[in-house]
């Protein structure tokens, strides 16, 4: 009994180096630069940066057709292009 419960913890649920893998780890690491850059206070590279990761995840929401994930992706993507329009047009 252990070891199958120990399997239904331990059993991955999602493909492991897919195209849908491959994206959305890169584009973990590329948000979580983009987080560094923020707390550092590194502007606007911070904005740029950030819309790369979300723009990454937002393919990925699309790729698994989540509509939670590609409302909150594409709205991020706003945010953030806004932020940088408004830095260009000062």
């Known amino acids: 009994m252990k070891t199958k419960d120990h399997e239904i913890l331990t059993t991955k649920s999602t493909p492991l180096h897919t195209t849908d893998w491959y994206i959305k780890w ?6 979580l630069c983009g987080m ?3 707390a550092q206070n590194i502007f606007p590279l911070n904005l740029y940066v950030s819309i790369a990761g979300l723009a990454g995840w937002l393919g990925v929401s699309i790729m698994w057709n989540d509509r939670a994930l590609i409302i909150i992706n594409a709205v991020g993507i706003f945010i953030y292009a806004n932020g940088t329009i408004a830095y260009l047009m000062q």
Do not use: E, P
Not at 26 to 31: K, Q
């Open 36 to 38: 560094i850059l923020t």
């Open 26 to 31: 890169v584009s973990t690491v590329i948000l």
